[in-house]
């Protein structure tokens, strides 16, 4: 039976859910605060990647993050500041980040990203989006030193357990595979099941297959109320209009925390904002990579190289830290020593915040507590990646169909302690 459904949020996982939900007949509203032109969606690397298989959350990582903490331009930063919401998140990112629990995430982190990859490509199979970027080339983790080659290598060596292609470069093989671009580095692994894309061509195309076929699109809108009744949803207000929907999907990304407080929910997550340069020049890079000293990635788009990295948490903003951008633009000159990003390239970087769950899982299944309310959101750096599978999940979900996944994992209750 067709329903009327309302998402919060136009990012990629709002946008995937109303695609899929639409193919199921469903009357579909997506009200956005912004105009769905910028934000993480928007800024990021464009990777699509079965390789990606290890969670944030990981051991180690708070140590560094405190280490960190005080060097605004260092890759992860963690602005100091007392937040209640902030300290319960990095006590329960900080329980999540054992051995244990991060080999309990591998193989559900891998399933979904396997699964948006082949979704991406029936996609483009279906021509509803017309031509858009998605090649696979693979992407290599490039690296400088022994100890950067030996932690990667044994990502690598679980990766190879799921079937999926992965190849080892000495310097002479790299530069074979990249000989447009001097590249300063020892070697680099190639995982070549990889594929990427450029989000600044998919989302506007998505969009506006969106609205061609009657998906109702309500940007520059925000979300100031929902009320409830007997557990359900009844009404969503917004600062333009009045919403009485059957279901509710709650993809508002970063933004997701603050609207679940006004209905009662707990839902930890924070906001990591990451940066991103665009070289719209010719720069000799033609297979995505990522920088393992530099932790910072290079994507060959339609059009123009991105440079983009760093995660950021210091709460919900906007802000451009010059120097985050510089440790971009020198990272890329450390790995590139013939390639100068140049003032104008710098002053134009962009920002997105990217919502992350304590233990760098996403959200994706119904509420506990609230009927006809499906979130999805907590994607991490993986929400690009992770997209279309999530948008499949959702209206899977709210058909109540046998879900390609399991959803256990991704429990929006799930406890942390």
Known sequence: MAKSI???????????????????GHQVTIID????????SFVNAGYVTPSHIMPLASPGMIAQGIKMMFDSASPLYIKPRLDVDFLKWAWYFHKSSTKAKVEKAIPVIQELNQISSELFSDIRKSGDL??????????????????????????????????????????????????????EAKGAIHYE??????????MP????????????????????????????????????????????????GSWSGQLSKKLDLTL???????????????????????LLEAKMAVTPMNGFTRFAGTMEFSGINDIVRKERVLAIANGAKSFYPRLEINSEEIANAKVGLRPVSPDGLPY???????????????????????????????????DSKKTAVALNAFAPGRRFN
């Open 364 to 398: 994706i299944g119904k509420s506990n507590t609230i009927k006809n309310l499906t979130i999805a959101t907590g994607h991490a750096m993986m929400g690009w990646s992770m997209g279309p599978a999530t948008g499949k999940l959702v209206s899977e979900i709210i």
């Open 6 to 24: 309302v998402i919060i949020g136009g990012g990629i996982v709002g946008l995937c859910s109303a695609y899929y939900l639409h193919k199921e």
């Open 130 to 183: 017309g031509e858009f970027q998605l090649e696979r080339k693979g992407l290599l983790m490039v690296y400088k030193t022994e100890a950067s080659y030996q932690h990667e290598k044994a990502v690598a060596d679980r990766v190879r357990l799921f079937d999926l292609e992965v190849s080892d470069l000495n310097q002479t093989e790299l530069t074979q595979l990249q000989p447009n671009i001097q590249i």
């Open 33 to 40: 605060k912004g105009d769905i032109t910028s934000g993480a």
């Open 268 to 290: 930890p997550l924070q906001a990591g904002k990451g940066y991103r340069i665009n070289v719209e020049r010719e720069t000799g890079i033609s297979i995505p990579a990522i």
């Open 205 to 252: 195309k998505m969009l506006n297959y969106l609205r061609s076929q009657g998906v109702a699109i309500c940007i520059n809108e925000e979300v100031i109320d929902i009320k409830t009744d007997n557990q359900h949803i009844k009404t969503v207000i917004t600062d333009k209009s009045r919403f009485t929907p059957d279901e509710i999907v709650l993809a508002a």
């Open 193 to 202: 099941c990889d594929r990427h894309t450029t989000p600044t061509e998919f």
